[in-house]
């Protein structure tokens, strides 16, 4: 039976030290979490797959997940490439463009200068089972910007991909899940400038199963998986999009 439900996981980093926070998760953790997935018969898809299913209107495998890494960093190829190859799995990286190959170098309460961002050279190693995607060119929060600067940002974007010579799909996670929230004439404005530069996917965190066919490309939903999320936690997230019954 084919699913009207798309799942997409949001994760970021991951650690060999046990460390967990936030949005670092233990290579143990991100195992466990794998093993259920597969023990479980969930299909992973890259967005590309997503958006075929969509414009073809084509069904869903029963279990459908898209995983997703959000910034770029260096153990997404260290660490995730070699997990994913082992699994036969997919993911999708989405990119702060504007920092391949540099350390981290915007504020936030879980990055710090020591993370790593993947280079060039690892991003066209790891597309056997790696999508990459847009996050922006230096990890601005689309939300705290006018619709000029957002415009330049994917301009940027779009100058790098060209430069490095990448395969980039065009789907965009929004930075600390920032978009144009209210509705009306301004963000009407804002997916329209999206469209202008081709971006076919916007994705936000909402914690929420997406019903597919997809009802608005910009406003898809996310599950953000915690590095200090408990199984249970995750289970439950993964079946319901959400850890807590309402």
Not at 16 to 45: A, H, M, P, V, W
Not at 130 to 145: M, Q, R, S
Request: proline content about 2%.
């Amino acid at each position: 039976m084919p699913s009207k439900k798309l799942r997409i996981l949001e994760y970021h980093s991951i650690s060999t030290n046990g460390f967990e926070d936030q949005i670092t998760i233990s290579k143990e953790k991100i195992i466990e979490q794998f093993e259920y997935l597969k023990n479980n018969n969930y299909t992973t898809l890259w967005m590309s797959e997503v958006d075929e299913r969509n414009n073809k209107n084509l069904k869903l495998a029963p279990k459908t997940v898209v995983l997703t890494f959000d910034d770029g960093f260096l153990d997404n190829y260290t660490e995730l490439y070699p997990l994913l190859q082992q699994y036969n799995f997919k993911a999708v990286c989405f990119m702060v463009l504007g920092r391949i190959g540099q350390d981290v170098d915007w504020n936030g309460k879980y990055v710090n200068a020591n993370m790593k961002l993947m280079n060039r050279g690892q991003l066209l190693v790891i597309g056997s089972h790696i999508e990459l995607g847009y996050h922006t060119f230096k990890h601005d929060n689309y939300a705290d910007l006018t619709l000029e600067e957002i415009e330049k940002d994917l301009q940027l974007c779009q100058e790098i991909i060209k430069k490095e010579d990448l395969n980039v799909f065009p789907a965009l996670a929004y930075t600390y899940g920032g978009y144009y929230r209210k509705k009306g004439e301004k963000q009407k404005l804002f997916f329209e400038l999206l469209s202008k530069y081709g971006i076919k996917y916007g994705l936000r965190i909402g914690n929420r199963i997406n019903i597919f066919p997809l009802k608005n490309n910009y406003l898809v939903q996310r599950i953000d998986i915690r590095g200090t999320d408990s199984m249970e936690d995750f289970k439950k997230k993964v079946i319901l999009g959400r850890k807590k019954i309402f």
